[in-house]
């Protein structure tokens, strides 16, 4: 649990300081975007707040960071735009992240990850909409740009595939999806549900958005053995 508390507390940070990096350059007929924005960075910050606290809780404290994460990260920060950078991160990654939220009972060891689990999930429920939104705003009236998101989703989701196959972020999944070093191949199963509904729901909510990535997508609907 503290090697996943440590991976999420990586991923807030960014979900925090990557709305804050725009926010300012809105223009201010636009306040409710501004005005949501700013909330989404209250939600993050309580977000990093809550997984930094439960890795330290135990005496486990903070363990290793991730290659993977970093390389996702790096590449929502460093977004040449706000469009690409949101479809990277509302729509792929905290897509991704709100999968495993939903479905975060069979990794939540105890009734206080549960809770942190569900009270996560209603937030990131609200950003991943956005996203979503924004993008079908943006594609309704720049269709021409299409090429362009498809092209940053293809590295995003090359990044997100191999994030996921990395020993520090697939094994405690893995042992806490078991239920035990001993059951991890009862987690794998478990783990190949949750990753096929993460692609299936990462998908649809593109199709949503006017975005077609069925034939496109560079990852695998079948869990890696």
Request: proline content about 4%.
């Amino acid at each position: 649990m503290c090697q996943l508390c440590t991976q999420l507390t990586e991923v807030e940070f960014i979900a925090a300081d990557l709305p804050a990096k725009w926010m300012w350059r809105v223009n201010h007929d636009f306040h409710e975007v501004k005005l949501f924005l700013a909330t989404q960075i209250m939600d993050e910050a309580r977000h990093l707040e809550v997984f930094r606290k439960r890795a330290l809780a135990n005496g486990g404290g903070l363990l290793q960071a991730s290659p993977g994460s970093e390389a996702l990260l790096r590449a929502i920060i460093e977004a040449p735009n706000y469009t690409v950078a949101s479809s990277l991160m509302h729509i792929l990654a905290e897509g991704f992240v709100l999968t495993l939220f939903r479905n975060g009972e069979f990794l939540a060891p105890t009734e206080v990850e549960k809770k942190i689990f569900r009270l996560c999930m209603q937030d990131e429920a609200r950003h991943v909409a956005y996203g979503v939104k924004h993008l079908k705003y943006f594609l309704a009236r720049h269709p021409e740009r299409q090429e362009e998101i498809h092209e940053i989703l293809a590295v995003g989701e090359e990044t997100i595939f191999a994030l996921g196959t990395e020993p520090q972020n697939l094994e405690p999944r893995l042992i806490l999806a078991g239920g035990g070093v001993d059951r991890m191949q009862e987690g794998m199963m478990r783990m190949a549900f949750l990753h096929q509904k993460q692609v299936r729901e990462y998908l649809h909510r593109l199709k949503v958005a006017g975005l077609d990535r069925t034939e496109r997508c560079r990852i695998p609907l079948e869990f890696p053995q």
